[in-house]
């Protein structure tokens, strides 16, 4: 994918989050955060919009403290989204290619990182807030959902404060099947008492199949439609609603361990 989708699904995105949040109410609890209400997801969301707005507009390189809660009334937050949306999405489409800044993972550049992980950070909090309203959860493009998969299995979660551990090594096979045009994909997901370690396996995943070519032979297989898997992951959907087999444990500790 390339910056300008990111940006127009940021933007999107951003939107559709915080119409849900009106309608929802700031006192509304968000099922998929249950220490959060609404008032919390709007906070939290606007807050790293701004956040990250600090480092692409003024190329800071290295990081900074989280802004603090805005202390705004409740029927403000989600004008207050709104706008501190708007001006990453200026930010990020003014940006130039060879922008020079602190990031997190890897990347091909920093505006790539940011870009991406803004649209992936604001998809998954547009599904809190629909969550939230009792709405149907807005699907994902289907290779927007494998990046955000790819983001979430090869990025973040290899990062050292993942949570993710296991006493034994045990491999997960994590399968997005295609669908809507859209090839799908696959990955195997080493976990040990280190940080898990992914690596997406070439070529399409075909659904029915076990051990695609160069997958070591997997304790659980996690598979479903991108979009949905895509969710399922974030622990936004629960599991029970896509295909497990294997070691069903496996995916259980995914979701009690797994949180960013």
Not at 126 to 148: K, N
Not at 175 to 194: Q, Y
Request: proline share 8%.
């Amino acid at each position: 994918m390339e910056n300008t989708d990111f940006t127009e699904s940021l933007e999107r995105d951003g939107q559709l989050l915080a119409d849900a949040a009106e309608k929802a109410g700031a006192d509304a609890p968000v099922p998929t955060c249950p220490e959060w209400r609404v008032r919390d997801l709007l906070s939290h969301t606007g807050r790293v919009h701004r956040w990250a707005t600090g480092f692409v507009a003024q190329g800071l390189q290295q990081p900074v403290p989280f802004p603090e809660d805005p202390g705004l009334p409740d029927e403000q937050l989600a004008g207050w989204l709104r706008d501190g949306c708007r001006t990453l999405v200026r930010a990020l489409r003014s940006a130039p290619a060879d922008l020079s800044c602190w990031t997190f993972l890897p990347a091909p550049s920093p505006l790539a990182f940011w870009t991406r992980r803004q649209a992936h950070e604001t998809a998954v909090h547009r599904a809190d807030a629909e969550a939230a309203l009792g709405a149907d959860i807005t699907a994902c493009a289907p290779a927007f959902a494998v990046d955000g998969i790819d983001e979430l299995l090869v990025g973040i979660q290899a990062r050292e404060r993942s949570t993710m551990r296991t006493e034994l090594p045990k491999t997960l096979l994590i399968r997005a099947a295609g669908e809507a045009g859209s090839p799908g994909a696959a990955w195997t997901v080493r976990l040990s008492d280190a940080p898990p370690h992914a690596e997406r396996i070439p070529g399409a995943a075909a659904p029915g199949d076990t051990a695609p070519s160069g997958a070591a032979a997997a304790d659980c297989v996690i598979e479903g439609p991108a979009s949905d898997l895509y969710l399922a992951l974030w622990n936004r959907r629960s599991l029970d609603d896509i295909s497990v087999t294997g070691d069903a444990g496996l995916a259980r500790l995914w979701q009690e361990r797994s949180g960013i």
